[in-house]
Nanobody, 126 residues
Framework: QVQLVESGGGLVPPGGSLRLSCAAS????????MGWFRQASGKEREFVAC????????SYADSVKGRFTISRDNAKDTEYLQMNSLKPEDTAVYYC???????????????????WGQGTQVTVSS
């Protein structure tokens, strides 16, 4: 059973930066498209970013474009989300997820991902 583990969340002031990481145990991220999603208190989970299986294509939600960068390091079997110029509205629990099918394209649809991490809290506040 694949387990995804996020790390790197925390409390940061507006304008600050954080880097989230996602690693797998009992399986691998290699060959799979990976996504980041977030869920703010009282709101539905939403797409943040995805990176395709070979790192050649990425996609971002409009709300984070130009501020967040998704990447992956297959040598470390890890994906990352670099978050810069953070805003209070970025406050949420952030989840990494692995796309269901091998070597598939990026997708913004939650249902296209079958393995999820437990989430890491990001709080942007002064």
């Amino acid at each position: 059973q694949v387990q995804l583990v996020e790390s790197g969340g925390g409390l940061v002031p507006p304008g600050g930066s954080l880097r989230l990481s996602c690693a797998a145990s009992g399986g691998t991220l290699i060959g799979y498209t990976m996504g980041w999603f977030r869920q703010a208190s009282g709101k539905e989970r939403e797409f943040v970013a995805c990176i395709n299986w070979n790192g050649g294509s990425t996609s971002y939600a409009d709300s984070v474009k130009g501020r967040f960068t998704i990447s992956r390091d297959n040598a470390k079997d890890t994906e990352y989300l670099q978050m810069n110029s953070l805003k209070p509205e970025d406050t949420a629990v952030y989840y990494c997820a692995r796309r269901r099918l091998y070597e598939d394209t990026c997708s913004r649809a939650i249902g296209e991902y079958d393995y999820w991490g437990q989430g890491t809290q990001v709080t942007v506040s002064s």
